[in-house]
């Protein structure tokens, strides 16, 4: 069964404290990416890595950092975090088949920020 | 950049009812994929439907490209489908890259 895992699922942290989310899949894709849901703004891609140590920024990079080492994880990091962090994080694998793909999400992380 | 609009907003059903969910587009999109949230819950992967008419279950996705717009049927609706339906679109961006709507909640009262 395919699966994208993330840890931890809840955490507080206060301002300024750093914050390591990590995300992991069994499944050998090449994709990962990291968003951020928040009301009313939807979906945001904060980055996307296309393999090992090839990491782009998405459309909301900043205040964060990633770092993929092996294929299967993949973690985004908030160096010395704010309270506009707060927000339900979600990772995301895929691969592609031929031109199409589909993307895989894990179950979140709920940051809290005070 | 790709703009991905969908309607309605929110919509109300008695179970049995079936739902017609709506997305629309501003560019060309070589990747589309429906997608299901359950309150305070992940995205579920429901269908991936760049062009044409696929089905699974109860679900039925018709995609118009030429038209910039998708489509997702939902056939005899359950109380269980309640949640948000996003729609996610690939703009050939050559990056795997998804832009989402901002979702339709979906009701279904028993």
């Known amino acids: 069964d395919m699966k994208v895992t993330q840890m931890p699922r809840y955490l507080i942290k206060r301002m300024g404290e750093n914050v390591l989310l990590e995300c992991g899949q069994d499944?050998?894709?090449?994709?990962m990416y990291w968003y951020r849901q928040d009301p009313g703004l939807g979906l945001q891609l904060i980055y996307i890595?296309?393999?090992?140590?090839?990491?782009s920024e998405g459309d909301i990079p900043k205040g964060y950092r990633v770092s993929r080492k092996k294929r299967e994880h993949f973690s985004l990091i908030l160096d010395s975090a704010k309270t506009n962090q707060t927000s339900v994080y979600f990772c995301a694998s895929s691969s592609r088949t031929g031109s199409s793909y589909e993307q895989y999400f894990g179950p979140g992380t709920r940051l809290t920020v005070l | 950049g790709q703009q991905v609009q969908q309607s309605p907003s929110s919509l109300v059903l008695q179970e049995g009812e079936n739902a017609e969910l709506q997305c629309n587009f501003s560019s060309t999109a070589t990747q589309l994929q429906w997608f299901y949230q359950s309150p305070g819950g992940s995205l579920v992967s429901l269908l991936s439907n760049p062009s044409g008419t696929k089905h699974t279950g109860r679900l039925t996705s018709t995609t118009v490209t030429k038209e910039r717009r998708s489509s997702l049927h939902i056939s005899s609706s359950q109380t269980t489908d309640s949640g948000t339906y996003l729609c996610?679109?690939?703009?050939?961006?050559?990056?795997?890259?998804?832009?989402f709507g901002k979702g339709t909640v979906l009701l279904v009262s028993p």
């Open positions: 890595s296309y393999d090992v140590d090839s990491n």
């Open positions: 996610a679109i690939d703009q050939n961006s050559g990056y795997n890259k998804l832009t």
């Open positions: 499944m050998s894709h090449e994709t």
